[in-house]
Every structure is written in C-alpha cells, then in structure tokens.
C-alpha cells in the first residue's frame, strides 16, 4: 500500500465514530466455573429463582450470573431487562425491570455510559434513540419483533399521503424508521391517553391491529390501522379462555392488548405487562389467575405475588428467548451487539419517542 493510500485509510478511519469495542476495549474471558466464592455471591440470587429453577442446574447458571455481575461494575454499565426476560435474567442480573414505556423513560435517566439491553430490537433502538452519545448493546441483533416486521418507513409515508392531516402514532414495536415518519409513539400501557391527546376526530394507530381495535373500544375517536400482529398474542383464542373459566369460575383473567379484541373483552383486566404484574400483586392469596400473555412473564410474576396460583397458557416470544445468560456475558466482554442508528433517521424518530415519553399520561 503507497503511504498516500495508508493516510487516506488513517484519515478515513479518523472520520468515522469508533466501535464499541474499539472505544472501551476488550476483556479476557473468565473462567466459568462454579467455585466456592461464586456459590456465596449468587446463593441469594438463587432464593429469587429457585421456584423456577432447579438446585442441580443452578452451578450452570451461577458462573454467567457472577462475572456479568462483577463485569458490569467494572465497565460501569447498567442491564435494562424487559418483564418477558427469563427468571435468571430478570431477577439475577437486571439492574432496571419494567415494561416498553418504563424501559423508555429509565432509559433517559441512567448515569451510565454502556447500557445492555436485553429485550427485542426495538427496544435498544429506542434507548440508543434517546442516549444518542452512550454505547447501547444488545446480546444478539436477531432479536426482533413480528410487529416490528410487519411496517416500513414506506409503508407510514404512502398512509399520511392516503390520509392527509390524520395524525400517526405507531407502538413503540417499531423500527426507529418507522418511528421517524410518525408524530408519536405509544406503548400498551399508554396507547388510548397518547391517541386521545390529539384533537382531530380520527387518528391511526398502527401497526398493531389487535391494539387498535382495543383502544378503539375505549375512545370516541374513529381509529385506522395496520394488518400487523403480534406472533405471541395473537395465538390466544376466545375458546380456550371460555373453556378455562368454566372449569374455574373463580378464575381472574387478564390479558395483554395486543390479544385479538374476543379475547380480551373476556378478560377481568387488560394492560401492559407492568400493570399485569401490578395486578397479580394486589390480588388475595388463594386468588387464581389465569395469565394470557408470554411464558416468562408467569415465571417472573410468581416471584411478585406469592400465594396466588398461576395457570398458565402461556406462548413463547422466540425473539425475547434470543437473550441469554452467555449472550450477555459476551457483549461485555467483547462489546457487542452494538446498536447504531443512521442519525438523520434517529433525529426525527427521537421526537416521537420524546412526545411520547414527556406526555404525562400516567
Ligand atoms: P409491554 O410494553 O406491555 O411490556 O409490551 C411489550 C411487548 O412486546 C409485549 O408483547
Ligand atoms: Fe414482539 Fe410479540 Fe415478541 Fe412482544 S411478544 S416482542 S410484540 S413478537
């Protein structure tokens, strides 16, 4: 190489924002054995998730749990998990809990300069979108969401030209693409305040359909939307529920919005899965409650509300089970997944996010 092209190549590497990696460093991997000293540290840890898992496989688990740990204080970073993490990721390594809004907004008040997300895509996208200058991983990019799939940036710009001055809100599942043509973004726990903040008569809410029909049952405002469906969700039927309940009429059942609108009008109560979890947590022990949303949430909800009984028909989210305990212990070590987002698209999509999170709707 002629020393004119090694400085252009210099110059060019200049230019371009350093990588994750290249900015915090890399660490040796540490040994993953179950010692004494990683029994003591975890043996705590353990009490929150041994309903969940059993004490002969808990020294496989234990190792992931210390070093990520120990490595995440020493790389001064935070883990965010989403309430359909699994139990040893939930309750054993997660630093903030909550559902898609409460991620957004602890996600504009963390200190630290790393941020582990562990939940779907568009999840770390929304906390990169709002910590543009941190380092925000997520432990595998494959993470995605049928929702998210389901809508393009195309797709928001050919409905505002089909419906001029209706204004758009797109759930936060979405891609920050999709959030940069629309005026706010919602989330479960918020979609019917964020659509009713408008004052036209008619607002689109898309792209999920189910939660458009929903929040349509709530408001007074026409609602249009979009075919897209949540994969987890959209499994549960009417039939099933009815046939529950009549072997139990005690039964409690709440449900996630995003369940097809006969569904949910059988429900007792629906919401987020933080107001799920806030429900179970205020019900009798004794009280039987029927969870119609993603298994782990069922495993992470005992450990709030002991003394109730579960019945689980749960259906599993493949894109939530992508995050591992080993997955996590590799983007610290190594700094990966990172998250990037193209910045003319992040500034538009950050305004929508923004609305939504400084909307006081609850
Ligand atoms: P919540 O905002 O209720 O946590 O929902 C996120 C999600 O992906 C549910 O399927
Ligand atoms: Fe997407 Fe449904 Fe999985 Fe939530 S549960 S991340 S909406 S596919």
Redesign the pocket.
């Known amino acids: 190489m002629s020393t004119q092209t090694e400085t252009a190549a210099g110059a060019a590497r200049k230019r371009r924002p350093l990588t994750a990696a290249e900015k915090h460093g890399v660490l040796a991997m540490p040994p993953l054995d179950y010692t004494k000293e990683v029994a003591r540290q975890t043996a705590a840890l353990y009490e929150k998730v041994a309903h969940h898992i059993p004490a002969i496989e808990w020294p496989v688990h234990a190792p992931y749990v210390y070093w990520i740990n120990r490595l995440k204080k020493e790389r001064g970073a935070v883990i965010l998990a989403h309430n359909?993490q699994t139990p040893e990721i939930f309750h054993c390594v997660a630093d903030i809990r909550g559902d898609s809004l409460q991620l957004a907004r602890e996600a504009t008040l963390v200190d630290e300069e790393i941020i582990v997300q562990c939940?779907?895509h568009?999840m770390a996208e929304t906390s990169k979108l709002l910590n543009p200058d941190k380092t925000v991983l997520i432990p595998d990019l494959r993470a995605?969401?049928?929702?998210?799939e389901s809508i393009t940036g195309a797709d928001v710009r050919l409905l505002r030209e089909r419906y001029p001055g209706v204004p758009i809100v797109t759930y936060v599942?979405t891609s920050a693409e999709v959030k940069a043509e629309s005026d706010i973004c919602c989330t479960s726990s918020n979609a019917v305040r964020v659509v009713e903040s408008f004052d036209s008569d008619t607002v689109l809410l898309i792209p999920?359909e189910f939660l458009a029909q929903n929040v349509a049952r709530q408001t007074s405002k026409k609602i249009l939307t979009w075919k897209g469906h949540?994969?987890?969700?959209e499994r549960f039927t009417a039939e099933e529920l009815l046939a529950y309940r009549e072997a139990d009429p005690g039964l409690q059942i709440i449900a996630h919005p995003?369940c097809p609108p006969d569904v949910v009008k059988i429900a007792d109560y629906t919401g987020s899965t933080s107001g799920m979890i806030e429900f179970a947590r205020r019900r009798q022990p004794g009280a039987r409650v029927l969870l119609v949303t993603?298994c782990s949430m069922a495993s992470n909800i005992e450990q709030e509300a002991k003394g109730v009984r579960f019945i689980k028909p749960c259906n599993l989210?493949?894109?939530?089970k992508r995050i591992t305990l080993p997955k996590i212990l590799d983007s610290l070590i190594y700094m990966r997944e990172e998250v990037v987002v193209d910045p003319a698209v992040a500034e538009r999509a950050r305004r929508a996010v923004e609305r939504m999170v400084n909307l006081k709707t609850n």
């Open positions: 359909y939940g779907v568009f995605g969401c049928s929702l998210a599942n999920d949540c994969e987890v969700h995003e993603e989210c493949p894109h939530m």
